[in-house]
RNA sequence: GACCAGUUAGCUCAGUUGGUAGAGCAUCUCCCUUUUAAGGAGAGGGUCCAGGGUUCGAGCCCCUGACUGGUCACCA
């Protein structure tokens, strides 16, 4: 491993520290009795206080010295003053250990009291401090200056690679976490107070029902069969409703084995809420109610910025059917258009389709093309073609349609819900549909026929509503991030790369010297095969390494072989 | 998958026509007892993403590749 400068210094002085009899990395606990923020928000001259962090900046002006202690709440001034840290002869406290070897990013426990110094800077005076653990690697701290921050650590692959690092050093990215747990929070707590039930299901599924996506696949050894990683979670909290259960939700890792790009990540967090006895109209309204809630728990407003749009989550929201939207953005009526009007009329818009596209999805082409961005405030689009949604129960006054509404916002999906399709003949049929769309070549359909769901709505579903949210873009909307990987703690990302001890160019030098020890340097070139550059590279690398060595006799080079 | 951009010190970035690789911060040495991007004096630190080509000579020009970001396509 090839470590730079800075970290064998700090490498160094772990040694100094454990010869004065400091264990860099004590296991005891320190009792710690106050954060950054009650510090200042509860401040007392004099106060005794106990705390840990950080240390993100220091400032030494010889015998004293001001730092910046960082725990989890945020940063509180601190300072050392040589005569107060060491009352006897022995300075050496503060001398040798705070001066010389501590470093940035390490974590230092203090006992102090508050004070607050000319400039009015809440300040803690240490009169104890204790090395908690030692940073072997420079953190990339960036400095502030009015509200201007220098040196900020921004390359994406970097922070996101190392998020532990981009955490440490990147308060507002912390702020983003913080408000996704809210969210959770506060959903959950909606969901509680209105008595439905958050339940478990599989994510290993021997059939990846309820979505049509590319499903990661696995094997169970001791059964041996294939297993998958669920798309989603519906056809499971379905099966409880059957079973029972009045209202139940899930917050779902789900896992598609498709393209990543800022909007999508392999693993996602959808929410899945399923309600006996309501129909997809009480679901608008509690989602209006729903998505109200959680805006002002996340930010204490309803109103939200993203990108240049200002939204207002505030209820109610704009309901329109997706006939309506088409006719008002296309002048176009689909009502009692046959599939092949339909074509001709999306052709008509400079919309690609093809021979395969049934119905529905040509009406789903147009919406998307013409319709969707439209839509920035958050607005329920309802009643979709039924070839689109297979597990949604058809509409009550259009057998053409389904009981079904996305909610839009800045032109993106964060909704989407059902009236469920509970009658299982229905179910049968629809499945069989999907499964000979899926043999002409429409990748979209669901290929797979779970008849172990179906049995269970032979046993009888209740009248239910559900609803799907995904929470990565929810929350995306509500911290104003562009990319998925910032509301994410891990992005996936490709495997970082390893860095080869030697490169080709050595091995090969190395290969043709190993015979002889030591040979002529324009022997050696020549027998190794490489060119100039090639060639320079690799003896470079090799004298570097100090694997060899390169002499100089009156009349040629020799290299020789070290050991 | 296509196109565009980027990759240089621990971090953020310069680098002219192809000619000895730079700055600020960080690090190290020294001075400094209420500073705050503290200040002052000095020093060290580089696989210029990788490989190949052109050239007397490449961080720079050409080709191939890797990774990242962006745009588009795909994705309920």
């Known amino acids: 491993m090839q470590l730079s400068e800075q970290e064998l210094v700090r490498r160094q002085k772990l040694e100094k520290l454990r010869a004065l009899g400091i264990n860099p990395y004590p296991a005891d606990l320190f009792p710690v009795n106050h954060t950054s923020k009650q510090i200042k928000s509860n401040f007392e001259d004099d106060k005794q206080?106990?705390?840990?962090?950080?240390?993100m900046a220091i400032n030494i002006q010889g015998k004293a010295s001001f730092a910046q202690l960082q725990d989890s709440e945020g940063r509180i001034q601190v300072y050392f003053n040589r005569d107060e840290i060491c009352t006897g002869e022995d300075k050496s406290m503060y001398n040798d250990v705070f001066k010389k070897l501590l470093d940035l990013g390490d974590f230092v426990g203090i006992e102090g009291t508050l004070f607050t110094t000319q400039v009015g800077e809440k300040t803690v005076m240490v009169k104890n401090f204790k090395l908690l653990s030692k940073a072997l690697k420079p953190l990339p701290i960036p400095k502030q200056k009015d509200g201007v921050t220098y040196d900020a650590f921004t390359d994406p692959e970097q922070r996101y690679r190392q998020r532990y690092a981009d955490l440490a050093v990147n308060p507002h990215v912390k702020e983003v976490f913080v408000k996704r747990t809210k969210l959770f929070n506060a959903m959950r707590q909606?969901?509680?107070?209105?008595?439905?039930?958050?339940?478990?299901?599989?994510?290993?599924?021997?059939?990846?029902?309820?979505?049509?996506?590319?499903?990661?696949?696995?094997?169970?050894?001791?059964?041996d069969i294939p297993l998958y990683m669920r798309i989603a979670n519906e056809l499971y909290l379905k099966r409880l409703i059957v079973g029972g259960f009045d209202g139940v939700y899930e917050f779902s890792k789900?896992?598609?084995?498709?393209?990543?790009?800022?909007?999508?990540?392999?693993?996602?967090?959808?929410?899945?809420?399923?309600?006996?006895?309501?129909?997809?109209?009480?679901?608008?309204?509690?989602?209006?109610?729903?998505?109200?809630?959680?805006?002002?728990?996340?930010?204490?407003?309803?109103?939200?910025?993203?990108?240049?749009?200002?939204?207002?989550?505030?209820?109610?929201?704009?309901?329109?059917?997706?006939?309506?939207?088409?006719?008002?953005?296309?002048?176009f009526d689909i009502y009692n258009k046959s599939e092949d009007e339909i074509r001709a009329a999306a052709k008509g818009m400079h919309i690609e389709v093809d021979e395969t596209m049934g119905k529905g999805k040509l009406i789903d082409e147009i919406f998307g093309e013409k319709c969707e961005s439209n839509y920035i405030q958050p607005t329920f689009i309802t009643d979709y073609p039924k070839e689109m949604s297979p597990l949604c129960k058809e509409h009550r006054k259009n057998p053409e349609l389904t009981e079904r509404f996305e909610l839009m916002v800045c032109g993106k999906e964060i909704a989407n819900?059902?009236?469920?399709?509970?009658?299982?003949?229905d179910q049968r049929e629809r499945f069989e549909h999907q499964l000979k769309l899926a043999q002409k070549g429409d990748d979209e359909a669901t290929e797979f026929i779970d008849h172990d769901f179906l049995r269970a709505l032979e046993y009888g579903m209740p009248p239910t509503s559900g609803m799907g949210i995904g929470m990565d873009r929810l929350i995306m909307f509500l911290t104003n991030n562009q990319s998925i990987q910032e509301v994410l703690f891990f992005p996936q990302m490709r495997p970082e790369k390893k860095k080869v001890d030697l490169s080709d160019n050595e091995k090969a030098i190395l290969e043709v010297l190993k015979s002889q020890k030591r040979m002529d340097l324009t022997v050696?070139?020549?027998?190794?095969?490489?060119?100039?550059?090639g060639w320079d590279k690799g003896i470079k690398g090799l004298t570097k390494h100090g694997l060899t060595k390169v002499t100089k006799t009156e009349d040629s080079l020799i290299v020789e072989l070290q050991d």
Not at 49 to 55: K, S
Not at 417 to 425: F, T
Request: charged share 20%.
């Open 49 to 55: 206080v106990i705390i840990a962090g950080r240390l």
């Open 524 to 533: 050696l070139k020549s027998q190794s095969g490489l060119s100039n550059k």
């Open 417 to 425: 819900a059902y009236s469920e399709l509970n009658d299982p003949i």
């Open 254 to 331: 789900n896992f598609r084995n498709e393209g990543m790009d800022r909007t999508h990540n392999p693993e996602f967090t959808a929410m899945e809420i399923y309600v006996s006895y309501k129909d997809y109209n009480w679901m608008m309204d509690f989602c209006e109610q729903l998505l109200e809630h959680c805006a002002l728990a996340v930010n204490g407003t309803s109103e939200a910025t993203f990108g240049e749009h200002n939204i207002s989550f505030k209820a109610p929201y704009k309901r329109i059917t997706m006939r309506d939207s088409i006719l008002e953005f296309t002048g």
């Open 190 to 223: 909606f969901f509680n107070d209105s008595g439905y039930f958050e339940v478990e299901t599989p994510i290993l599924q021997p059939i990846p029902g309820g979505a049509a996506a590319r499903p990661f696949i696995t094997h169970h050894n001791s059964l």
